[in-house]
């Protein structure tokens, strides 16, 4: 009995060595916390049997949402909040995968775009970088400032509204002190004119007001100070050139007639003729069957009441109807040498143009 006993003992103490050595095997593995690396391995041998769940997208839609890791968020928290905007179906098979994936810690607090065709590890890998993401905007040469508002609701991904932005660009907003200056903004004046149109990158922590500082920067940029200094010269400010140019940006079609157009302008200016430009009483009428830029009738020539029609007014309107494009800037400045007066679009559907002397040259081009 009594060498039973001992060989027990010996048992005992023999496996109770092993043990030990089998945890302190797990204890320097784990870096000293074998709690959580025998928990991750349970996690890492159960997700085994879950993959085709992990690649599975919870839908077909590759609209970007807007979503934020905020400072301090957990795994936990980050997967209810991606449940919660539909884009993961199952929050706890998130945190698993970024548990064992070593990518808890990689977590990264910022703005993002992901959409519903990505699967838990793509937007787990997507979470860990928020220097990636970026807003994609684009405006269109021609645009009125109410335009590039619908621009910004329609994009879905700013952290603002078109609204927010027209408060910020529009009359009675408080520009940058030296952009006033660079470009003879009147006091109260909206940008518009000024936010140039281009394709943007875009921080997704931009604000309203620094949307419009790097559109109007942009302008400054795109434009340069020989264009302000030719213009000066020719007894014309900035802000008068760019009035110009965004009657012309919306008469013309095809670019490489800009200048032709532009001398028209410049030739009936010059004059004291009445410019009678379309796009500024359709400015005046505003927004109307679904587009800022509506048809107009002979009528509303003479009935629309505004400082803007220049059917009415002698001289420039108040201020731009749109935001040009470099080529039309460049155009008023520098147009074609003319003496032409009228022009009207071709009767071939091509976006040119006849021009013409007189009105009854004018009259004679017609279709």
Known sequence: MGRIIKILILLAFGFGLLAAMFAGIIFIISGGHPVDFIQTEITRFSMRSRQDDLNRPVGSDNTPIRFTVNLGDSPRVIAQNLFNASLISDSELFVDYVRVSDLDVALEAGTYFPNKTQTIPEIAQML????????????????????????????????????????AAGSGSQPDPTFAAAVDLPPG?????????????????????????????????????????????????????????SIVQRESVNSDENPMIASVYRNRFGIG?????????????????????????QDDYTGVLSNYNTYLNIGLPP????????SAIRAVIYPEESDFLYFRATCDGSGYHNFARTFEEHVANGC
């Open 128 to 167: 860990t970088d928020s220097s990636k993401s970026f807003i994609p905007f684009r405006i269109l040469e021609g645009w009125r400032l109410e335009e590039i508002a619908a621009a910004i609701d329609s994009n879905r991904l700013f952290g603002f509204t078109g609204a927010d932005f027209l408060v």
């Open 319 to 326: 201020g731009p109807i749109a935001n040009p494009g470099l």
């Open 273 to 297: 003729m009445k410019l009678d430009a379309d796009p500024t009483v359709q400015y005046a009428i505003g927004f109307q069957n679904g587009t800022w830029w509506p048809q107009i009738t």
């Open 189 to 245: 004046a909206s940008m518009e004119g000024f936010l140039f149109p281009d394709t943007y990158q875009l921080p997704p922590e931009i604000t309203p007001v620094g949307l419009r500082d790097l559109l109007t920067q942009a302008f400054l940029a795109q434009v340069g100070t020989p264009v302000a200094a030719d213009a000066a010269a020719q007894g014309f400010s900035l802000y008068q050139i760019v009035t110009f140019a």
